[in-house]
């Protein structure tokens, strides 16, 4: 198999956001990707950016992937970027996992997806040779329509007087059921995140990924995963996926600014706004702010591929850095586009003007979990002054 290099990747990316923007009001429209669309992120080899060699994927650096996805975004469509990020990501994800439930997902089809719903949900009880999860909801399933198995969220309570072991389950996606009405969202509403709901399905041990064994250095998936890329933490390291198509569509919004600003008159005799000194401020001020926080969620990411290249293991203190940093981020770009909507007018309201879908997308991006930035400025204040963090998400 011939592997593009990144620079191709981001090329190809960059002559697809067009096509993308096209698209962008049928995907709303739909509550998820359109097929096409995830076609051709498939055939450009998106999903394999971060996916191991061992089945067929590039295992590339995690900045590949940021570059793609926020080019895919600054054409115009957060939902699409958000979908590739997130589908990808997860092949980062599965390259941990036990061989035997990557050989369970990718044995007959190294094209097949994964979608991720976190958030533990379910009455689980342990059988022999796995575990049995009944009922349970679990939301956020971002690009579920395209997957063919979900790893779901669940606690096994060991009766061993520790708290109940956190894990991810691999579930093929004939088990369990898409709520497709559960997604009617502000922002992002092509992403598709709707909820999954299961009946009653068993679990064989080795299809059981801990999430709180992996912060301990536990990562079955290292056995055949040997290369740089998965000799990083399984956590904070992938975090800027979430970040980067908030980073394109803060670029979406200052370009589609700039553009309409050299044509726009402001209305009672205002004049040009091209020639209004708050507008240029505000034009190159958010150019500064996007450019900032985008080079801080770099410098966290290359410090962590440098280390593991070395075969160093990253600080505590740098990989809170790093949560906080894309969290951080997030809130940056968040406020540049705030800055930029808000010098637009009455027409960015229009629910087809691309700046009044930044605006909606960044907000949205911006409040998930894994990008609060009170939990993140916290938890790397506390790790900073040598306190406990009680963080699971360092390892």
Partial sequence: MSIP???????????????????????EELGQLPDDTYEDFRQAGFYRIVQPKA?????????????VS???????????????????????YL???????????????????????????GTVTKVAGGIEV???????????DHSAFALIGVLIDHQDGNPPEFCQCVVPRGEYNIDQDSWNVAGLRGSGSKDLTVDEIFVPQHRIFSLSKVTQGYAPGREINTGTLYKQSFFPP?????????????????????????SRTLVFGAGDQIEKVPSLIRLVEAESEIDMAEMLIKRDSLELMKLASRGETASQQLLARTLHSNAYGSDVFTRAVDR???????????NDHPMQRAWRDVHTINNHGGLNFDTTAELYGKVRMGLPSGSALLG
């Fill in 5 to 27: 290099t990144s620079e191709d990747l981001i090329q190809t990316a960059r002559d697809m956001a067009p096509a993308m923007a096209e698209r962008a009001t049928r995907c």
């Fill in 55 to 67: 089945f067929g994927g590039y295992e590339m650096d995690l900045m590949t992937l940021f570059d």
């Fill in 70 to 92: 926020k080019e895919i975004a600054r054409g115009g469509c957060a939902s699409s970027a958000w979908v590739l990020s997130i589908l990808a990501i997860h092949n980062y």
């Fill in 95 to 121: 390259g941990f996992f036990d061989p035997k439930a990557q050989q369970d997902i990718w044995g007959e089809d190294d094209n097949n997806q994964t979608c991720t719903p976190f958030n533990p949900s």
């Fill in 134 to 144: 009944k009922g349970g909801r679990w939301a956020f399933a971002s690009g579920c």
């Fill in 238 to 262: 992938s975090i800027n996926s979430l970040v980067a198509p908030a980073c394109g569509a803060a670029l979406h919004a200052l370009d589609t600014f700039e553009e309409k600003m050299k």
């Fill in 340 to 350: 930029l909507f808000d010098a637009s007018g009455g027409g960015a309201l229009q």
